[in-house]
C-alpha cells in the first residue's frame, strides 16, 4: 500500500493519501486543506481512481479540504463516523466557528459504525470507534498492511485533548485501551506529528501504560 503524508492548514494537521498500486485506486484521509499540493499528490500516487475520501473525526483542521475534494473528484465517497457526521456541515460542531477558520461545508455519503468494512481494491479497512477525542471519532485499521489511522485519537507520546465538545479523557482512555491490543508492529499514523508504531507507545506513552 502506497503511504503519503502531507501536512495541510492552519494547525499543521496530517493527512495521508493512500493507494492500493495493483488496482490503482485510492483514498485520502483528512484533507485539512485543499490546494495546488494536494492535487499534485494525488496524482502523483498512481491512482487512476479517487474512492474515498476519509474523515478520522469532525474538527476544521482535517475536514476543511474535505468539500473542495468532493467537487474535483465527486465519484470519491465521503466517510465520516455517525456521530460526527453533522460537523461537516456545521462551523460549530467543527469547531471553524470558535477559532474563526474558513469553513466549507459538505454531506457524508455514508456514516459508519464501529466494525464497518470498507474495501479498496485489495485493501480492506476495519473501522473502529475511537470517541473521546470527538463523540464520533473512528479510526481505520488495515490489519494486512500493519497500518492504522488514528486522526486524534493518539499521537507519538500523548494523545487527543478532551476537552471541547464531545470529549471525554475516560472515554478516551477506554478507546485506548483498543489500541493496545493491536499488534506491537502495527504502524499508527496520527492526525498530528510524527508516525509511531503500537509497540512504542505501549512501552513510552503513559497513557497506554
Do not use: W
Not at 464501529?114 to 470517541?131: L, Q, R
Not at 486522526?151 to 479523557?169: A, L
Amino acid at each position: 500500500m502506497y503511504i503519503k503524508a502531507l501536512v495541510l492548514g492552519p494547525v499543521s494537521a496530517n493527512c495521508y493519501i493512500i493507494c492500493d498500486e495493483a488496482a490503482k485506486v485510492g483514498a485520502v484521509i483528512d484533507p485539512g486543506d485543499f490546494n495546488g499540493t494536494l492535487l499534485k499528490e494525488i496524482r502523483a500516487s498512481g491512482m487512476n481512481e479517487l474512492k474515498y475520501i476519509f474523515c478520522t473525526h469532525g474538527h476544521f483542521d482535517h475536514i476543511a479540504g474535505v468539500g473542495r475534494l468532493k467537487e474535483q473528484y465527486p465519484g470519491a465517497q465521503i466517510l465520516v463516523g455517525e456521530k460526527d457526521a453533522a460537523a461537516l456541515n456545521d462551523s460549530v460542531l467543527s469547531l471553524a466557528a470558535y477559532f474563526g477558520a474558513p469553513f466549507y461545508p459538505c454531506i457524508a455519503d455514508k456514516a459508519l459504525k464501529d466494525g464497518d468494512t470498507i474495501t479498496m481494491g485489495n485493501i480492506d479497512f476495519k473501522v473502529i470507534a475511537a470517541p473521546g477525542h470527538t463523540q464520533g471519532g473512528v479510526m481505520y485499521y488495515c490489519e494486512n498492511e500493519k497500518a492504522v489511522f488514528t486522526g486524534d485519537t493518539i499521537f507519538k507520546g500523548s494523545v487527543g485533548r478532551t476537552d471541547f465538545f464531545g470529549g471525554s479523557m475516560p472515554t478516551l482512555m477506554n478507546t485506548l485501551k483498543t489500541i493496545k491490543k493491536l499488534p506491537p508492529d502495527v504502524d499508527i499514523y496520527s492526525g498530528h506529528g510524527e508516525c509511531t508504531t503500537v509497540k512504542n507507545e505501549k512501552e513510552y506513552n503513559m497513557y497506554l501504560r
